[in-house]
Every structure is written in structure tokens, then in C-alpha cells.
């Protein structure tokens, strides 16, 4: 069974920088693309940033542009989402999901809580 297991997050205050980590326990790691979201009280899990298997192409959404990085260690298994520049409006949890041909996988998620 492919778990996705995540670490980081935690209490950053606005400005601040933390780094998410989701390890893949599938051994086709790099075939996946991989997907961080979020999700705020009282609202719908949104897709923040995404990176592609292999090649690695990436894609931000508009809000974090600029602030947050996505990257992979494909032989480490593991992606990674480096934020900065931080604000009130990152407070979610987050969650990494991994998107292969057939099956998705989702991560616990992890909290991240930015104060002002």
C-alpha cells in the first residue's frame, strides 16, 4: 500500500519561512506528480502547487507565486514545499497527494498556523 507520510508545519509568525516534507513509500515515486493543497476552516481543499513526474515542471497557484517553492528528491522519494514570505492567509492544513495513472494517494495532512 503507497502511504504518503508528512512532516513540518507547526506555529511560523507572518514573514516567517517553514518547509513541508511528504515521503512516498512507492518505489515508482518518480512516475507520480505530486500536489500540495490546503485547506482552511470552513472551506473546500485547494490545490496551492504541483509538480509533474520526471521532467519536474511545476506549477503555482496565483497566491503563492513567489513565496513557496515545490520541489522532489526522486531518490529520496520525498517532495518538498519550501514557504516564505508567509502571511495570515497560509493558515490551513496542508496536504500532499500523489497522482498516479490510476490511483490517487493523500498524505495525513499538517497543520500550519501563521500568526500575525
Known amino acids: 500500500e503507497v502511504q504518503l507520510v508528512q512532516s513540518g508545519g507547526g506555529l511560523v509568525q507572518a514573514g516567517g519561512s517553514l518547509r513541508l516534507s511528504c515521503v512516498v513509500t512507492e518505489s515508482t515515486f518518480a512516475a507520480y506528480n505530486i500536489g500540495w493543497f490546503h485547506q482552511a476552516p470552513g472551506k473546500e481543499r485547494q490545490g496551492v502547487v504541483r509538480?509533474?513526474?520526471?521532467?519536474?515542471?511545476?506549477y503555482y497557484g496565483e497566491a503563492v507565486k513567489g513565496r513557496f517553492t515545490i520541489s522532489r528528491d526522486n531518490a529520496e522519494n520525498t517532495v518538498y514545499l519550501q514557504m516564505n514570505f508567509q502571511t495570515v492567509e497560509d493558515t490551513a492544513v496542508y496536504y500532499c497527494k500523489a497522482v498516479g495513472r490510476t490511483y490517487n494517494y493523500w498524505g495525513q495532512g499538517t497543520q500550519l498556523t501563521v500568526s500575525s
Open positions: 509538480i509533474s513526474s520526471s521532467v519536474g515542471a511545476t
